[in-house]
Every structure is written in structure tokens, then in C-alpha cells.
């Protein structure tokens, strides 16, 4: 069993600038394993934002999102999603998604095997 923990979540002001944690801990993880950030707005499904893959770190940024970078640290088994210049429409709950048995991008919701609790963001214009 993998437990993922996000955090890093809270308010801004539109243009402000936020940085989400994730990290996956439970048992040992394979040396070849993806991550990702998914986000959810209530009414709608989870959206892709971010995606990154061990051991050669792959990482993908959604499309339209130029103003997020993610990054991850193997030893620590965590992964990083810094957001700038962070607009109203980016409000939503984000949810950190584990798959332990592929290194390819983690894109779609349906392909994580294990999900956090979601942490929110909430951009005030």
C-alpha cells in the first residue's frame, strides 16, 4: 500500500505564486514509477496539470500552464509543483496521483493507482 500526502495549498491574490508538495511513502517504491497532479473544480472531473516519472524524471507540464514547472526528488520519493503568476481559474482542489507499476506519463486519471486527500488552492482576483 502507497499513502500519498499533498500539501502546500492556501489562498492568494491573482498573480501570486504557490508551491504544492507530494510525497508517497508505505512501502518501497519501484525504480520505475510515475507522479502527477490532477486538479477538480466541483461538477466537473479531474483535470491533468503536471506529471513526472522516475528514474529519468520525464516531467510534462498541461498544456496552457507555462507558468508551472514540476520537479521531483527520488530519495525523498516526493514531487513538487511550483505555480507563478496564478490566476482565478486556477482555484480548485489539487489531488496528487501515484502509479507504481509504469514510468510512462501519468496523464489520465483512470491510470492512478493511488490518491491523496487533495490540498486547496484558492486564487482570489
Known amino acids: 500500500q502507497v499513502q500519498v500526502t499533498e500539501s502546500g495549498g492556501g489562498s492568494v491574490q491573482a498573480g501570486g505564486s504557490l508551491r504544492l508538495s507530494c510525497a508517497a511513502s508505505g512501502r518501497t517504491l519501484p525504480t520505475y514509477y510515475s507522479m502527477a497532479w490532477f486538479r477538480q473544480v466541483p461538477g466537473e472531473g479531474r483535470e491533468f496539470v503536471a506529471t513526472?516519472?522516475?528514474?529519468?524524471?520525464?516531467p510534462e507540464v498541461g498544456s496552457g500552464e507555462g507558468r508551472f514547472t514540476i520537479a521531483g526528488d527520488e530519495h525523498k520519493n516526493t514531487m513538487y509543483l511550483q505555480m507563478n503568476n496564478l490566476k482565478p481559474e486556477g482555484t480548485a482542489i489539487y489531488y496528487c496521483g501515484v502509479d507504481v507499476h509504469s514510468a510512462l506519463p501519468l496523464g489520465v486519471p483512470g491510470a492512478v493507482e493511488y490518491w491523496g486527500r487533495g490540498t486547496q488552492v484558492t486564487v482570489a482576483s
Open positions: 513526472i516519472s522516475w528514474p529519468n524524471l520525464s
